[in-house]
């Protein structure tokens, strides 16, 4: 629920207001903004009654918001959420963002390298998993802390930011340390004390829809991040188990235009495990920029025939120019450009 104040309503006022929301046993959350503060209500599960709010000074109008997740809902806030990472890449503004590197992080060579060459194509986010979620126990798993020190290194050296994933509450705080946006993969969705846990960091949070999980799913997942204080979400839809097996996944691209109807989330696509063909990986992406994603996550590697990971949906470097040439003419007719290059090195640390 929200209570919305009169226009320049006095200090006084909304004290009254958040303490009697404490004292009904809700948390509450003001939040001031360009016209008027409104302040939140949070912890409620069904509709709050409201008349003890009402009658308080200044209260100009009560909002029940309606949808099961609250604080993600566009019904609490109107405005689209932007989340500025330090080398100043703005995700969820009017600029699609690109996020591009190979699906794990293998060696130093191949993570600088391919850093280099990403930064030189026009990305701004570098992507790599440390910790890999992989369907079988046998499979690469990841070089764990070693990897965070090389994307550490790569962002040192690039001043691309990093997005690297958490798979499991115990390395929450670790991934914090060296990322600047923590994912959470599509097996993760739903797992409620890894989404605390990385919620609680205050990091920027990368959240992929889960393999079967409705839009309703994806937003609740990320109401549990939100109710952790943490507004930075950027949602991710990377596919839904679909039955056919031309492609690896359904990228559900519908998601897009729904979630920013029901959310002030921003969302992007990633068309490489969406798809699961590197041939279909470019074309997914025009799509997905051009039904108005607000970044791609794209998997490149300096020699996918020899990526220890999803090899075959990742793009040689290459493949990855002409996707951004592409994409950038379809988000000029949209009337949105890509995220300018990053041109003068932007100090990043090491560590954070
Ligand atoms: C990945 O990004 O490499 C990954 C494992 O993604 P997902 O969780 O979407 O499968
Ligand atoms: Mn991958």
């Not at 009254?16 to 809700?26: H, L, S």
Request: glycine share 8%; charged share 20%.
């Amino acid at each position: 629920m929200l209570v919305v104040m009169r226009h320049g309503a006095p200090e006084e006022s909304i004290r009254r207001v958040v303490e009697a929301i404490r004292e009904m046993g809700y948390q509450a959350r003001p939040m001031p903004g360009r016209q008027r503060t409104a302040i939140g209500l949070i912890g409620n599960d069904g509709k709050v009654d409201s008349n003890r709010l009402e009658a308080l000074p200044d209260v100009l109008q009560i909002i029940h918001v309606t949808q099961p997740y609250k604080q993600v809902s566009r019904e609490w806030r109107d405005e689209p959420t932007v989340i500025t990472l330090d080398n100043g890449t703005r995700v969820g503004g009017p600029d699609v963002v690109l996020m591009a590197g190979p699906c794990s992080v293998e060696s130093e060579e191949q993570i600088l390298s391919v850093a280099h060459r990403l930064r030189g194509s026009g990305a701004t986010v570098l992507r790599g998993g440390a910790f890999k979620p992989r369907t079988s126990p046998y499979a690469f798993q990841g070089l764990g802390r070693k990897g965070l020190e090389l994307l550490a290194l790569a962002r040192a050296e690039t001043g691309m930011a990093i997005v690297t994933e958490a798979l499991e509450t115990d390395t929450v705080e670790v991934v914090a340390e060296f990322a600047d946006i923590i994912q959470i993969g599509a097996r993760n969705m739903q797992n409620y004390p890894l989404l605390r846990r990385a919620g609680r960091t205050g990091r920027p949070i990368l959240l992929k829809r889960g393999l079967a999980a409705t839009i309703n799913e994806l937003l609740l997942s990320a109401e549990y991040i939100l109710a952790e204080g943490n507004d930075k979400v950027i949602l991710c839809e990377r596919g839904i188990r679909g039955f056919d097996e031309h492609t690896r996944n359904l990228l559900d691209l519908t998601a897009i235009p729904v979630v920013h109807a029901l959310s002030h989330l921003p969302i992007v696509a990633d068309p490489s495990h969406g798809t699961g063909v590197r041939a279909k990986v470019t074309p997914m992406a025009r799509a997905a920029v051009a039904a108005g994603a607000d970044g791609l996550l794209i998997e490149v590697h300096p020699q996918p025939d020899r990526a220890l990971s999803d090899g075959v949906q990742s793009l040689w470097p290459q493949q990855f120019d002409e996707l951004v040439h592409q994409v950038s003419l379809i988000a000029e007719a949209i009337g949105r450009k890509l995220t300018p290059p990053l041109t003068s090195h932007v100090a990043m640390p090491a560590q954070r």
